[in-house]
């Protein structure tokens, strides 16, 4: 199974949640081994964290939500196999707490 890891720390995320803005975080998916798919590790409250992708690869974008109360490994799949990603995970407004 070829997919990225990483773990996003809470000391990363909560200011961009206690601040309204999205975390940002890019992606190159050129790299061997990449595949369709990107595996991390997070803690969610009780509500739903969105996402939302684009790449300069095709697909070209997409987005959805990660479920509630949610702690440990996650995937987003779908994702294009080639180019740069830029994964952006919540929004202004939302009411997650990492």
């Not at 996003?8 to 990449?34: C, R």
């Not at 939500?65 to 952006?88: C, K, Q, Y």
Request: glycine share 12%; no cysteine; hydrophobic share 40%.
């Amino acid at each position: 199974m070829n997919f990225k890891k990483t773990t996003i720390f809470l000391f990363i995320l909560l200011p961009a949640f206690l601040f309204g803005q999205a975390f940002v975080t890019t992606w190159n998916m050129d790299k061997k081994g990449s595949g369709s798919q990107l595996v991390f590790n997070v803690t969610i409250g009780t509500s739903a964290l969105s996402y939302s992708w684009t790449s300069t690869g095709s697909p070209a974008s997409g987005s959805g939500s990660i479920p509630a109360n949610r702690d440990g490994s996650t995937t987003i799949s779908g994702l294009s196999t080639t180019g740069i990603v830029t994964l952006s995970l919540g929004t202004a407004g939302t009411q997650t707490q990492l």
